[in-house]
Antibody
Framework: QITLKESGPTLVKPTQTLTLTCTFS??????????VGWIRQPPGKALEWLAL???????RYSPSLKSRLTITKDTSKNQVVLTMTNMDPVDTATYYC?????????????WGQGTLVTVSS | QSALTQPASVSGSPGQSITISCTGT?????????VSWYQQHPGKAPKLMIY???KRPSGVSNRFSGSKSGNTASLTISGLQAEDEADYYC????????FGTGTKVTVL
């Protein structure tokens, strides 16, 4: 059974850097084709894809947020870390991580429960 | 990269069929057979319902089906049930990924 769980601060101040950790079980990020992605959802709004890292360290970023995002993996710890710099109140959202089983776009399944991050001074 | 366009809301009576459209461009939906659909109940994480345009993950009801024509993908829910009331999002691979604007499905 695959599970993922997001962790990190619930409140960050404007201009600060957000660091989120996705800790997973039931699969390995050293398995060919496997990836972990991050998706966010502002309150009452739509999903927005942020970034994805694959087993071979191939990294993909949202073009509109690429300059602010960094995604890394620690295969030994079964963790993926997303950092987002220069946080703004518009970045207030629930942040989800999700498993991707085929390199190259097939989809995300399952998802973590999500973690709400509020950006406020 | 702009979000894929979905109708804001779709409704139907129990037992009916409804279809949700997802319109993109020749750079995303039109270029790849890599459209997925997600169901999200209030306060819950999204759940994969369809991947690669028309494939159903294990455990997803066969009342859910997907298709694509040109730059538009569609999700059809047949035999609508009360439990299908939720938000639905499409997603397309385009190098990076792009999600749709979301559709609220109401069961009358």
């Amino acid at each position: 059974q695959i599970t993922l769980k997001e962790s990190g601060p619930t409140l960050v101040k404007p201009t600060q850097t957000l660091t989120l950790t996705c800790t997973f079980s039931g699969f390995s990020l050293s398995t060919s084709g496997v990836g972990v992605g991050w998706i966010r959802q502002p309150p009452g709004k739509a999903l927005e894809w942020l970034a994805l890292i694959y087993w071979n360290d191939d990294k993909r970023y949202s073009p509109s947020l690429k300059s602010r995002l960094t995604i890394t993996k620690d295969t030994s710890k079964n963790q993926v870390v997303l950092t987002m710099t220069n946080m703004d109140p518009v970045d207030t959202a629930t942040y989800y991580c999700a498993h991707s089983w085929v390199q190259g776009g097939t989809g995300f399944d399952p998802w973590g429960q999500g973690t709400l991050v509020t950006v406020s001074s | 990269q702009s979000a894929l366009t979905q109708p804001a809301s779709v409704s139907g009576s129990p037992g009916q069929s409804i279809t949700i459209s997802c319109t993109g461009t020749s750079s995303d939906v039109g270029s790849y057979n890599l459209v997925s659909w997600y169901q999200q109940h209030p306060g819950k994480a999204p759940k994969l319902m369809i991947y690669e345009v028309s494939k159903r993950p294990s455990g997803v009801s066969n009342r859910f089906s997907g298709s694509k024509s040109g730059n538009t993908a569609s999700l059809t829910i047949s035999g609508l049930q009360a439990e299908d009331e939720a938000d639905y999002y499409c997603c397309s691979y385009a190098g990076p990924y792009v999600f749709g604007t979301g559709t609220k499905v109401t069961v009358l």
